[in-house]
Structure formats: structure tokens, C-alpha cells
């Protein structure tokens, strides 16, 4: 038999197979150059984007949890102008799709780093991470109510020529309502979830050990809530759904696609073997080649139900 046909289709965009890296876990790719050919990949999420450069949260900002680490490094990135001059040109030379992910603590903000990559070769398409507190009302994040995150899913559309991913965060009481908010606004694929808020404590100078006190939760922790998040979402909309949360190797990747998620993306599990998406590709060849199943296709969505009676 030949190959499995991996290749998958996020809207207008076709990605060689359906493995991503997440945003801030692979930084603008070349980090990992060394280690792999960056060509094999579905495709690339760089480190989330502002229109300024951005330090971030002092330190410390990570901890490890069971099961997968917090992390509070408050966005800490280059800004749209460094982008541009220092990262995109090596990234615009890869054999793989190249997606932006973006963020603002405005509206006009998102609208602004949109702008600044239109007509920008070499880039497949923008992720909008919502979760970003919004500065002119209080702090509340955006993508925790359906009203401004389909306000800022139309601010990106409006000011892009790329198709538009917007990435739901899952520190929301229904997450569907959120995902049905940006359907309508126009996006044309969500992806799920961003990391879930939590915190640790020093239990010897009672502090807690972020200084940001909170921070997200990712890893093989987290993976369950994603995976029910990714089949809710599935069942509400008709544009794709890219799953993440806590994927280590093929057979996660599987329960996702399985579930309806048209592609997947690999996160804190980089941190642990920068290969691991590697790995996972080659898990999903086997997997199918095994099954006689000729195209990833045929897996995504293909989720039976039990009958109870
Ligand atoms: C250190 C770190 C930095 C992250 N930075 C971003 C970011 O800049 N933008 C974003 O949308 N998500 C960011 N995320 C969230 C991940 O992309 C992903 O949604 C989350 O970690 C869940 O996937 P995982 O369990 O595979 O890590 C970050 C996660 C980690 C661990």
C-alpha cells in the first residue's frame, strides 16, 4: 500500500499532515532547527505576537505540576517590527505552513498587528489568541466573553488577507457559546484550548511561587478538559477545529482527530523531547498503514457512540 495521505485542510489552507507545534512552546521555529527538519511539520504557531516588543512577567514564571507545568510569562515577545526584519525571513524559507499567532490588550491592538502582516509572504494564516486581558475593560479577558471575541475575530478579518484561526480560551463557564460567537464573526477555524488558570504555593515561605501568583496549566494534565472541550465545539460548528492540550504522542493526536479535531497541536510536551511531534507524525503513518486506512480523513470525526441499550 502506499503512503497514508496525511495531508489535512483547515479552511483555505492545506497543511502536509495535521501535526502543529503550539504557540510559546517552539519559539519562531529556528530554536529547533538543530534538532529536526522543520519541513516534516503540519506546520509551525510561533510565539504569540504584539504590536510592541513585550518583557513579559518577572521571574519566576514557570513551575512544574503533576502531570504538566504553570506557566506566567505574560507574552513576552519581539513586537511586529522584529518579527518582520529578524524572525520571518528564515521562517518564510521553510517547507511548512507558517502560522502567526497574535495578541493585543486592545481591540485596535489586534487590528493593528492583523494589519502589519497583510500582504506579507510566507505567512499561512493568523492565530488570534483571545485570552489576553482586555486593558480598556478591567482586565477581563477577552475570549471569557462571546460579544468582544467576536468584536475582535471581525477587527482581524477585516485587516487580513490570511485565513483566521481564533484560539478559545477554556476559562469559560460554556465554551461553545464563545466558539459559535467567532463562528458567526467570520473566523475560519478555531482552535482549543488555551492553558486552564491555576496557581502553586510555597509551603515554606507561604508565597505563591509565580510571582504573577496565577498562572496557566498545559501539559498531559490538561488533556481530558481539552478533549471534551474539542468534542463540544465539534458538535456546535462547521468550521474546522484544530485540538491542543496535553497531546504527548500518536495515540492522543488520535483521540482528537477522532473526535473531530481536523489537526492537532503539540505544546509542552516540546519542552520534554523537541521530537516529540516527529514521533507523532510517524505514529499516525503507522497507525493507518496498519489499518489500511489511506487518508487521515477517514479518522477525523469518526467517533461511534455506545449504544446504552
Ligand atoms: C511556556 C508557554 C507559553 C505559551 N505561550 C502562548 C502564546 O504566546 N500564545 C498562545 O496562544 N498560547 C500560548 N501557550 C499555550 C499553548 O500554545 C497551548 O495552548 C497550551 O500549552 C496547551 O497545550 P499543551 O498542553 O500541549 O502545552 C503557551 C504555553 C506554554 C506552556
Avoid: W
Avoid at 199 to 227: C, F, K, Q, W, Y
Avoid at 232 to 242: E, F, G, K, R, S
Avoid at 271 to 294: D, M, Q, W, Y
Wanted: aromatic share 4%; with cysteine; net charge neutral.
Amino acid at each position: 500500500m502506499d503512503e497514508p495521505d496525511l495531508s489535512v485542510k483547515i479552511g483555505p489552507l492545506t497543511l502536509k499532515n495535521p501535526v502543529l507545534t503550539a504557540s510559546g512552546t517552539f519559539g519562531y521555529g529556528q530554536e529547533y532547527s538543530g534538532l529536526m527538519d522543520l519541513g516534516r511539520l503540519g506546520g509551525i504557531v510561533v510565539k504569540g505576537l504584539s504590536l510592541k516588543p513585550r518583557s513579559g512577567n518577572p521571574p519566576p514564571r514557570t513551575v512544574e505540576t503533576p502531570c504538566g507545568m504553570l506557566n506566567a510569562i505574560g507574552l513576552a515577545n519581539l513586537g511586529l517590527e522584529t518579527f518582520l526584519k529578524e524572525k520571518l525571513p528564515a521562517l518564510q524559507k521553510l517547507k511548512t505552513a507558517v502560522i502567526v499567532n497574535i495578541y493585543g490588550h486592545s481591540i485596535n491592538e489586534y487590528g493593528a498587528v492583523a494589519a502589519g502582516l497583510k500582504g506579507v509572504n510566507g505567512i499561512s494564516a493568523i492565530e488570534v489568541n483571545i485570552s489576553c486581558p482586555n486593558v480598556e475593560k478591567g482586565g477581563m479577558a477577552f475570549g471569557t466573553d462571546a460579544e468582544m471575541s467576536a468584536r475582535v475575530t471581525e477587527r482581524v478579518l477585516e485587516n487580513s488577507d490570511k485565513p483566521v484561526i481564533v484560539k478559545l480560551s477554556p476559562n469559560v463557564t460554556d465554551i461553545c457559546e464563545i466558539a459559535i460567537a467567532v463562528e458567526k464573526a467570520g473566523a475560519h477555524a478555531v482552535s482549543l484550548i488555551n492553558t486552564l488558570t491555576g496557581m502553586a504555593i510555597d509551603i515554606e515561605s507561604r508565597t505563591p511561587v509565580l510571582t504573577n501568583i496565577s498562572g496557566g496549566l498545559s501539559g498531559p494534565a490538561i488533556r481530558p478538559v481539552a478533549l471534551y472541550m474539542v468534542y463540544q465545539v465539534v458538535n456546535a460548528l462547521n468550521i474546522p477545529v484544530i485540538g491542543v492540550g496535553g497531546i504527548v504522542d500518536y495515540r492522543d493526536a488520535l483521540q482528537f482527530l477522532i473526535a473531530g479535531a481536523t489537526a492537532i497541536q503539540v505544546g509542552t510536551a516540546n519542552f520534554v523531547n523537541p521530537r516529540t511531534t516527529l514521533h507523532i507524525i510517524e505514529g499516525l503513518k503507522t497507525f493507518c498503514a496498519e489499518r489500511k486506512i489511506s487518508r487521515i480523513d477517514e479518522i477525523i470525526g469518526s467517533l461511534r457512540m455506545t449504544d446504552p441499550s
